[in-house]
């Protein structure tokens, strides 16, 4: 198959500062229980050794002198996470399936062009309505969502999006799921060769109907199967969603990787249940849900320290990213992008903030380019996986 040309995005001059908004606040003003879970309440500040971008509060930040603004604008973010078909991103800083919708809806708060890529909603063959109510709750340090998936269908998306997406300078990758490989393979036929559509993010963690219901994320040649498949049928850039939800993850991320996969998303939700008040039944309505937020970033940590040590394809991570800490830890772990999920509904802004942060860190570092901040902290040689026990060696 040919490679594909590469899709380059290009973004102006990082613009002046505003005046930032503080995390919604419930009607008393303080923090809602959601914003204090994610550990947005407050004024947050990240020590980034830049004025222009340091301060996170309310009040207006200083803008950077005309010497600082031209270090800045030379600090290279540009991450290409699809090497053999060209996905070029000026940022590593994505914005996660589930949390943004389409990109459209988020555009009278935030500057979606200067995020480094958009993952719009998980899309299928046909329209969803979703799970039945109650569909998400909260949980100590995040979310449990049962959505279920509720989205129009991949015709109404290209039809109603596409053209939108066409023009904007953010590449937009379609999160794609199905219950059949005949189901990932049609809707990838029908979004390739789209304007507007930048690439594919595969969710495996989606039951198929051809082994009695369990999910592809967790078996390691259902997962080949699939990912082979939808490779075959389309020549956009292809990522890949694992789930965290099994016992050794490296040899699914190894099988997908050999199944012609660009680069591995990690991680998916965990699957999770709450239990409603009286304590009579779960309280969601589809009674397990995905957990995600700050409680799953040691999981997800773990997992893209794993697999990095065992693909040579890029890893995007995701899970409980609310902070510049968040991402320079899975930069560390291997990780050549990140992706903000569930902080994004308490601080709509932060995508856009933290890439500014990440520039303004690499200039403290005196770096030329966040690149020497990838894979720091993984083993010079293949480490023992948690599955063997390692964690609980005295």
Do not use: H
């Not at 480094?116 to 299928?124: L, N, Q, S, V």
């Not at 969803?128 to 998400?136: F, L, Q, S, T, W």
């Not at 997908?256 to 039944?281: F, P, Q, Y």
């Not at 009674?287 to 995007?316: D, F, N």
């Amino acid at each position: 198959m040919k490679g594909r040309k590469k899709v380059v995005t290009a973004m102006d001059a990082l613009p002046a500062r505003s005046k930032r908004s503080s995390p919604p606040k419930n009607r008393k003003g303080a923090p809602s229980p959601l914003d204090r879970a994610m550990g947005l309440g407050g004024r947050p500040r990240i020590e980034t050794g830049s004025a222009a971008i340091a301060d996170l509060g309310t009040a207006p930040s200083p803008q950077p002198t005309m010497s600082e603004r031209e270090a800045l604008d030379r600090i290279d973010l540009s991450v290409d996470i699809a090497p053999e078909r060209g996905l070029l991103l000026t940022n590593p800083i994505l914005v996660a399936s589930g949390t943004f919708g389409y990109g459209v809806e988020y555009g009278e708060v935030v500057d979606v062009q200067r995020i480094g890529a958009i993952c719009c909603k998980g899309t299928t063959l046909r329209p969803r309505a979703g799970n039945a109510p109650p569909r998400v709750t909260e949980t100590p340090g995040g979310m449990l969502n049962a959505i279920g998936l509720q989205n129009p269908g991949v015709d109404a998306v290209i039809d109603k999006y596409g053209p939108i997406w066409q023009g904007w300078k953010v590449p937009v990758i379609v999160n794609i799921a199905g219950e059949s490989i005949e189901d990932y393979v049609e809707v990838a036929k029908r979004l390739d060769g789209v304007p507007g559509v930048a690439g594919i993010e595969l969710n495996i963690s989606c039951p198929n109907v051809g082994k009695g219901g369990l999910q592809f994320a967790i078996d390691r040649d259902a997962a080949r199967a699939v990912t082979t498949a939808v490779r075959r049928a389309t020549e956009l850039p292809l990522l890949v969603k694992l789930s965290p939800n099994v016992t050794d993850v490296r040899p699914i991320a190894k099988a997908i990787e050999e199944a012609g996969a660009d680069a591995i998303t990690a991680i998916n939700t965990l699957s999770g249940l709450a239990v409603s008040s009286d304590r009579t039944r779960a309280f969601l309505g589809n009674t397990y849900g995905g957990l995600s937020g700050p409680a799953v970033k040691p999981v997800a940590l773990r997992i893209v320290y794993e697999v990095a040590q065992v693909v040579s394809i890029p890893i995007v991570a995701i899970g409980g990213v609310t902070n510049l800490d968040d991402v320079l830890d899975f930069l560390a772990c291997g990780a050549v992008a990140v992706q903000v999920g569930t902080a994004i509904f308490a601080d709509p802004e932060l995508p856009v903030r933290l890439g500014d942060e990440l520039r303004a860190e690499c200039l403290r570092r005196g770096l030329a380019s966040y690149k020497p901040l990838i894979g720091t902290a993984l083993p010079k040689r293949t480490g023992t996986p948690s599955a063997k026990g390692a964690e609980y060696r005295p």
